[in-house]
């Protein structure tokens, strides 16, 4: 008999080797914070994608509930469930790819950065235990402020020796999916066939939807350039204020981070051209962390791609998202240093 793993219902009956070997091969993905608001449609979407054998869930909280639901659903992933920092070494061992939604969302009248007094703790010491049990595991981060956290990661990775720039990533595609969705309305088109690269960061005005670069090449008039570029600026917010004090964007987000969870993989396992969006160690600008276009690979990101042409407007947005990037990268770089 095989034995038990943790997250295997109670009294299970398995014939010899049927759950690990027989486990379709595939990647080993975890999710931190997988009992949330955004962690439990992400462990679901999780479970249906063909490209992962095993998928580890997460949480300080009722993950065995989590875990014995998603379970059953009849896909090749094998679930283990994990509670509590004295689990954090079994859900981390062995992981290729590692997404962290862990920590408290907004509620109205809040901005990303009323979030860092929790959350930076919180993926501190996630990214310690990543360090420790999965250095060489793409990360995607995804919990807030995005801006400050990833140079939190960082920070973790390059004290324990292991930080590899290609391999963290924070994730940005709700703004790309959002931006997608605004566009696609405004012109009147299936969203699935609109591309709108979205650089800079995640919150306010440091994200910068440049429409100039929109695929189909679309012209919009100054008065869509500016409902539309406080749309995709504001749409985190947008959703926070219908919500009325229930959270922040969860099922958007699981999408999101599936899509984005989906191109990691894909990239990992060999697939050529893979292009994402996301906020990352750069070079791109003078800021350290920025997000913008990568191209993915077997070692994760494998090339940062340029900004490509900017119209005045967005020169100018670019000059005011810098600033605010810029402090919130140094919060997130003093809180690990000091
Ligand atoms: P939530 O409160 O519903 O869920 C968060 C989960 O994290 C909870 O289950 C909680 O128990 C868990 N958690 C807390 N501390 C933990 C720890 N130390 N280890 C493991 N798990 C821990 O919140 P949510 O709606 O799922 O949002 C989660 C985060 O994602 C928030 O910070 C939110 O702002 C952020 N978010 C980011 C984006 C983005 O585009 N990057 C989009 C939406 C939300
Ligand atoms: C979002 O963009 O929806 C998230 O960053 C959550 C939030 O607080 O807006």
Do not use: W
Request: aromatic residues 6%; contains cysteine; proline residues 7%.
């Amino acid at each position: 008999p095989i034995p038990k793993l943790e997250g295997d219902a109670p009294g299970c009956l398995t014939r010899a080797n049927c759950r690990s070997k027989g486990a379709a091969p595939g990647f080993k993905v975890a999710i931190l914070g997988a009992a949330g608001g955004i962690g439990q449609p992400l462990s679901m979407l999780m479970k249906i994608n063909p490209l992962i054998s095993v998928l580890h869930l997460y949480d300080v909280v009722n993950t065995p509930g989590v875990t014995a639901d998603i379970s059953h659903m009849d896909t090749g992933a094998v679930v283990r469930g994990f509670l509590g920092a004295s689990q954090l070494e079994g859900a981390l061992t062995g992981m290729d790819l590692v997404i962290i939604p862990a920590g408290v969302a907004r509620k109205p009248g809040m901005t990303r950065d009323d979030l860092f007094n929790i959350n930076a703790g919180i993926v501190k010491s996630l990214s310690e235990g990543v360090a420790r049990f999965c250095p060489k595991a793409l990360v995607n981060i995804i919990s807030n402020p995005v801006n400050s956290t990833v140079p939190i990661a960082a920070e973790v990775f390059k004290k324990a020796g292991t930080y590899d720039p290609k391999r963290l990533l924070g994730v940005t595609k709700l703004d790309v999916v959002r931006a997608n969705t605004f566009v696609a309305e405004v012109l009147g088109v299936d969203p699935r066939d609109v591309d709108v690269p979205v650089v800079g960061g995640h919150a306010g005005i440091t994200i910068l939807p440049l429409l100039s670069q929109v695929k189909p090449p679309s012209a919009f008039t100054p008065k869509e350039v500016e409902y539309l570029t406080d749309r995709i600026q504001n749409g985190g917010t947008e959703v926070v204020e219908a919500k009325a004090g229930a959270g922040s964007a969860t099922l958007s987000m699981a999408f999101a981070a599936a899509k984005f969870a989906e191109s990691c993989l894909r990239a990992l396992r060999g697939d050529a051209g893979i292009i994402e969006c996301a906020y990352i160690d750069s070079q791109v600008t003078e800021i350290p962390y920025f997000a913008s276009k990568v191209r993915l690979g077997r070692g994760g990101i494998e090339e940062v791609l340029p900004l490509g042409p900017l119209n005045d407007y967005e020169r100018e947005s670019l000059e005011k998202a810098k600033k605010e990037l810029a402090s919130s990268i140094e919060k997130g770089v003093a809180f690990v240093k000091k």
